[in-house]
Structure formats: structure tokens, C-alpha cells
């Protein structure tokens, strides 16, 4: 299974893109984007927003079946994530959401 900087590799490539190209395509560090793409540093959400939006790809792209980072220290930042993708898939709007989440919320405060 490859690891997110092999995907972000391989959407690079495959778009004929060098390192300094798309560091300056999405306004990131050439040098630092390779250590991403090596494995040698870990890419933060608001970078992988940036990817997935400049290549038109979910966020999902970049975990190839593996839902989280491995480590998961930021797991309940790509569990938001994986909840706004399945809301545009139903289009559910935001106020929708939040009208679920207070119906939820009243209904297990009379179960308690």
C-alpha cells in the first residue's frame, strides 16, 4: 500500500509536473514538498486540501484504503473530512446537519 507522499508523487507525475512546478503552483516549499513525497515528513490537512483542490481530487486520494495516517494523531480532522465528502455526496447542507445534530442531541437527553 503506498503512503500519501506516493500518491502525491504519482499525481505530480502523472500530471508532467517537477517538484519546483507544483511547489509554485500551490504556493509550497519545493524542498519540503519532497520530504513530503519521501516520506520524511508528515503533510498537514490544510496542504493536502491545497493538492486535492489544484489536482481535483477528493481528500480521499491520498489515503488509497487506509482511512487515516498510520500514527492518527489527527484522526478526528480526517473523520470531519470523511463527514463533509459523505455530506456532498448527499447533499445534505449545513443547516441540515446541524438540525440532525440537535435532534440527536434532544433525543439522548431524554434517554438520559
Known sequence: MKHIGEKIKDLRLKH??????LGD???FNYSNLSKI?????KP???????LAHYFKVEMSYFFNG????QDEENIEEYQLIDLIEEMKRKNI????????????????????
Do not use: C, P, W
Open 37 to 41: 513525497e519521501r516520506g520524511h515528513r
Open 66 to 69: 487506509q482511512k487515516y495516517l
Open 16 to 21: 508532467g509536473m517537477t517538484l519546483k512546478e
Open 93 to 112: 447542507s449545513y443547516e441540515e446537519l446541524l438540525e440532525m445534530i440537535r435532534k440527536l442531541d434532544d433525543m439522548k437527553n431524554q434517554v438520559e
Open 25 to 27: 503552483a500551490i504556493e
Open 44 to 50: 498537514a490537512i490544510e496542504f493536502l486540501q491545497r
